[in-house]
Nanobody, 127 residues
């Protein structure tokens, strides 16, 4: 079955950390750019961070720059999002998406019509 599965979400206090994982099955991530997106209650989906298929380019939204780090492990067909110094405004459902490497990672992070999406994992930052 071809799918992306996110995990690692949960409840964390402000200032805390979480690491999200996006595992692919049924296909290899080697030739795909991968992005993390989030959707907060009552808001649209926004691109958080994207990484190129070769791991040579990354993009971060201004709101997470310096706090979040995206990485990929092609050998394990998994992409990660390390989230540090979490803020209440980071509360959202986080989705990963994969798309063939036809665009820059910055462009990918602005798109919604991507080829494959996971089901999402919820992150709540609250004291």
């Amino acid at each position: 079955q071809v799918q992306l599965v996110e995990s690692g979400g949960g409840l964390v206090q402000p200032g805390g950390s979480l690491r999200l994982s996006c595992a692919a099955s049924g296909f290899t991530l080697d030739y795909y750019h991968i992005g993390w997106f989030r959707q907060a209650p009552g808001k649209g989906r926004e691109g958080v961070s994207c990484i190129s298929h070769s791991d040579s380019s990354t993009y971060y939204a201004d709101s997470v720059k310096g706090r979040f780090t995206i990485s990929r492990d092609n050998a394990n067909n998994t992409v990660y999002l390390q989230m540090n110094s979490l803020k209440p405004e980071d509360t959202a459902v986080y989705y990963c998406a994969a798309d063939p490497s036809r665009h820059t990672v910055q462009t990918m992070c602005s798109m919604t019509n991507l080829e494959r999406w996971g089901q999402g994992t919820r992150v709540t930052v609250s004291s």
